[in-house]
């Protein structure tokens, strides 16, 4: 019986050959559509975690630089005070120094300082006989010199500062210029 079953077996399949075949070739066509479909999502969501990935790096930079910007707008609008407290310990009495508010001027002036540090501001480079840089200082007098050559600070009249690369105030100076 066995044997029968063989032979009716391979009956039935050389008989509906043809029907497998073509369903063969029907599910191969489903499927080589299905792996485009998929491939395609792929790409799509590929596209899309990229551009989500951009859009953070994006917003991460743009927060980085409103963060610098707010920085560099307070740190600007704090210049003059530290200005009036270096003045004010410069112009101090000699009887006032050891006092409790000369010293608590003094104080307040190096906490200021050390605060503009931490925040990463940075004097410009302005000094007698440096040369005269337009990118970080500003000439407001010219003066005619034999101690120091042209181009040269004279005087610095007004401290500059910069945070990293962008000055928030050119040095003010005075330059020599040829006798």
């Given at each position: ?16 050959q043809p ?44 927060q980085q ?103 928030l105030r ?10």
């Amino acid at each position: 019986m066995a044997f029968d079953d063989q032979e009716t077996t391979r009956q039935e399949n050389a008989a509906g050959q043809p029907e497998t075949l073509a369903q063969v070739a029907e599910l191969e066509k489903a499927l080589a559509e299905q792996t485009a479909k998929a491939a395609e999502y792929l790409q799509q969501w590929q596209r899309a975690a990229a551009d989500f990935s951009n859009y953070r790096k994006r917003q991460e930079r743009d927060q980085q630089q409103m963060t610098k910007w707010a920085n560099a707008s307070l740190l600007r609008e704090l210049l003059p005070v530290l200005d009036d407290l270096q003045r004010a310990l410069s112009d101090l009495p000699a009887e006032a120094q050891s006092s409790g508010w000369g010293q608590g001027v003094e104080l307040v002036e190096r906490k200021m300082r050390l605060a503009f540090q931490k925040s990463g501001l940075e004097q410009v480079v302005a000094e007698p006989g440096v040369p005269f840089d337009p990118t970080v200082h500003e000439a407001v007098f010219y003066e005619e010199s034999a101690d120091y050559p042209e181009g040269a600070i004279l005087q610095v009249l007004r401290q500059g500062y910069k945070l990293g690369d962008t000055v928030l105030r050119p040095a003010m100076v005075k330059v020599a210029k040829a006798a």
